[in-house]
């Protein structure tokens, strides 16, 4: 079946540094891909869809220059948090969708942001 | 817009019990209903999707769940839990068109006791 690859799967960066999240698809290609936020004990809460060649949308409330999407492939989809705080401590899930058919969206693993 | 309540945030059975984990939607136009399982620091795990096909969706492990455009439900079940069921459940909806976000309940937690 279809895998979407996540990495890293936890990382603890300093408070006022910049992490990358990628999200791979190994086996499709992903014309849409969508970060999702999960507080402990919490729902998934979308953040943003991201459209392969062109900019993300953000869900409101949500701050796209702290955020940074990048969809430069069908396969690739990074998310930067940029500055972190330790209220982005977090865990970042995304999922990736074929362009075509009603196949379900395809979770990766996750990723455990720390930021102390 | 679409919405997903999940009716109980915890769930408790007995090993070998019924499993009932309910969910009701909201949708203004038809959609797409999914039941995903998640355990500890993991991501998630499609057990099962309605997609406007059969009303009675069989999923993995054992889990079933009907949709119900009367009750605007499509509630989870298993006849017999199992100890490997305790995890957290969502249930989340999306527009019938391929390449929409899926929009989340709270989640239920399951556990099973021995």
């Known amino acids: 079946g279809a895998v979407v690859s996540q990495h890293p799967s936890r990382v603890i960066c300093k408070s006022g540094t910049s992490v990358k999240i990628e999200c791979r698809s190994l086996?499709?290609?992903?014309?849409?891909m969508f970060w999702y936020r999960q507080f402990p004990k919490q729902s998934l809460m979308l953040m943003a869809t991201s459209n392969e060649g062109s900019k993300a949308t953000y869900e409101q409330g949500v701050e796209k220059d702290k955020f940074l999407i990048n969809h430069a492939s069908l396969t690739l989809s990074t998310l930067t948090v940029t500055s972190a705080h330790p209220e982005d401590s977090s865990f970042y899930i995304c999922?990736?969708?074929?362009?075509?058919?009603?196949?379900?969206?395809?979770f990766g693993n996750g990723t455990r942001l720390t930021v102390t | 817009a679409q919405s997903v309540t999940q009716l109980g945030s915890h769930v408790s059975v007995s090993e070998g019990a019924l499993v009932l984990l309910r969910c009701n939607y909201s949708s203004s136009v038809p959609p797409y209903l999914f039941w995903y399982v998640q355990y500890p620091n993991q991501g998630l795990q499609l057990l099962l999707k309605?997609?406007?096909?059969?009303?009675l969706v069989k999923g993995i492990n054992g889990f079933e769940a009907e949709f119900k455009k009367s009750e605007t439900s499509f509630h989870l079940t298993k006849p017999s839990a199992h100890m490997s069921d305790a995890a957290e459940y969502f249930c989340?909806?999306?527009?019938?068109?391929?390449?929409?976000?899926?929009?989340f309940g709270k989640g239920t937690t399951l556990s099973v006791s021995s």
């Open positions: 999922s990736a969708s074929r362009a075509t058919g009603d196949s379900p969206l395809h």
């Open positions: 086996d499709f290609q992903a014309t849409t």
């Open positions: 309605y997609t406007s096909a059969a009303t």
């Open positions: 989340a909806v999306s527009a019938q068109r391929p390449g929409t976000a899926l929009i």
